[in-house]
């Protein structure tokens, strides 16, 4: 009779499949297939301990599979990994959402995967040495982080858990800084958003954890010999044993942390205390790793989607952006009837500017502008570049009187900001303003005109100076 363990491949890459079974062969079953269609009735038939899914197919193939294998009573609780490469991030958080426990990465470094694959299948073993409240507890604490984004949020929700379920005197998340200082992130006994910083020197066992990457036990911590060197220390304190657990991912420390619990009682590091504080460990690592992948897109999104809506060289809103803003506040001003007004306006005589001291003193120009409509537009204002030497702002809830006496602001500050570069160092503006008020425009075109023309009556009058117009 075979009890191996049976690892279920699903990926269409032929080099993938047989790179997986070469390495899995002498210690697993393996089983696998190219074809998603198959893939749901094959793990039905072969109920495996594991399961691996290319994420990376045409489509949404793999994440498909993993939300039916998930929600399918048979199959629910397999473990399944993703593979695929770091560069596909978005793929792997929808994998995650769908239910996948954890992914590999492509081109794989075997001893990392086999390594990950027996963490798993670990895992399920390690369940049966614990009670019905341990099981609950870490029902809980997988939910709670599951639809949890921030790293730190999900260290405050370990100690939380761990220090209500178990009998401790303190659990804590300590982090390694520098390779040499170590901060304690959570703690049971910490207020929330708060750090201490500890000498290393007088944490042995923490000392201990960091340099071998394991588990260090100790159940009696006054006599134990790793605890020599701070025995003067120690002597006082109230908890007699510590378990120090490093979060573990693809061979690397996490953030270097590290999962402490202490406990009053002496040989309190049971075989169900240490299989515990194991299996969060290995959810924290989880989650943090997700949290942190997480927290990369959505910067990444939003750096993506800054750079879409910011001009190059002033950093204010693009045209681009500019009309798609417009248009959002005037449909909003036309439903609630609020006063939505805009000033348009440019820089007097530029191109003598551009002509007498060059382009790079021209674009010097464009980014003090810039930076006077940032400091003196309102938060709720949105000021852009328009093109050229063109700049526009769109002030919602805002009359006419209001517009222009920001648009007199603009021009006042303009005017008494000295430019580096230039004979006299002064400039000036001219300015158009436009409202629409109970709904007398007719649409965000008709007030962006009417404000362009405006400004052109301001310029042909003088230069320097704010025309209004209403339809």
């Not at 570049?385 to 063109?390: H, L, M, P, S």
């Not at 919602?396 to 920001?406: E, F, K, R």
Request: glycine residues 4%.
């Amino acid at each position: 009779m075979n009890c191996r363990k049976k690892i279920f491949i699903v990926d269409e890459e032929l080099s993938y499949r047989e790179l997986l079974k070469e390495a899995l062969r002498a210690d697993y079953s393996v089983i696998e297939t190219g074809s998603f269609n198959e893939a749901v009735s094959i793990a039905r038939l072969n109920l495996p301990d594991l399961i691996i899914i290319d994420v990376e197919m045409s489509g949404k193939k793999g994440v498909e599979l993993c939300e039916t294998l998930k929600e399918d009573p048979e199959t629910g609780n397999i473990p399944i990994l993703l593979a695929t490469s770091l560069a596909n991030k978005e793929d792997i958080i929808l994998g995650l959402k769908a239910g996948a426990n954890d992914y590999i990465e492509k081109p794989m470094c075997l001893p990392a995967v086999v390594s990950k694959i027996e963490s798993h299948l670990r895992t399920q073993e390690d369940y049966a040495e614990l009670e019905h409240k341990d099981l609950l507890m870490l029902l809980e604490l997988s939910e709670a982080i599951s639809v949890t984004k921030s790293p730190n949020a999900i260290l405050r929700l370990i100690v939380k858990k761990m220090s209500k379920i178990m009998d401790v005197a303190r659990c804590s998340v300590i982090r390694l800084t520098d390779g040499k200082k170590i901060v304690v992130t959570a703690s049971s006994d910490l207020e929330k958003n708060r750090e201490i910083h500890l000498d290393i020197n007088r944490y042995p066992e923490i000392r201990e954890s960091i340099e071998t990457r394991k588990t260090v036990i100790i159940n009696d911590i006054k006599n134990d010999p790793l605890m020599a060197s701070v025995r003067s220390h120690i002597e006082v304190l109230e908890y007699n044993s510590v378990v120090v657990i490093p979060l573990i991912k693809k061979e690397s420390v996490i953030g270097t942390f590290f999962l402490r619990t202490v406990s009053h009682e002496t040989g309190w590091v049971s075989e169900r205390i240490c299989n515990l504080c194991q299996l969060v460990a290995n959810i924290a690592a989880n989650a943090l790793e997700n949290a942190t992948l997480f927290e990369s897109i959505k910067t990444a999104q939003e750096y993506f989607e800054d750079i879409s809506t910011r001009d190059d060289l002033t950093k204010l809103f693009n045209r681009r952006h500019f009309y798609c803003r417009l248009k959002e506040e005037f449909s909003r001003a036309v439903r609630y009837n609020e006063p939505l007004s805009l000033v348009f306006f440019d820089v007097d005589n530029f191109k003598r500017i551009n002509d007498t001291y060059g382009h790079a003193q021209g674009d010097e120009v464009l980014i003090q502008i810039g930076l006077i409509l940032k400091t003196t537009a309102r938060e709720s204002d949105l000021p852009a570049r328009y093109g050229g030497d063109e700049f526009a702002i769109i002030l919602p809830n805002t009359n006419m009187a209001g517009a222009i006496d920001l648009a007199a602001r603009i021009a006042t500050t303009v005017k008494n900001q000295k430019i580096k570069g230039l004979a006299n160092g002064y400039l000036s503006i001219s300015a158009g303003v436009s409202a629409c008020i109970n709904n007398n425009v007719q649409s965000f075109d008709e007030l962006l005109k009417l404000a362009d023309e405006a400004m052109y009556q301001s310029k042909s009058q003088g230069k320097g100076r704010i025309s209004g117009r209403i339809s």
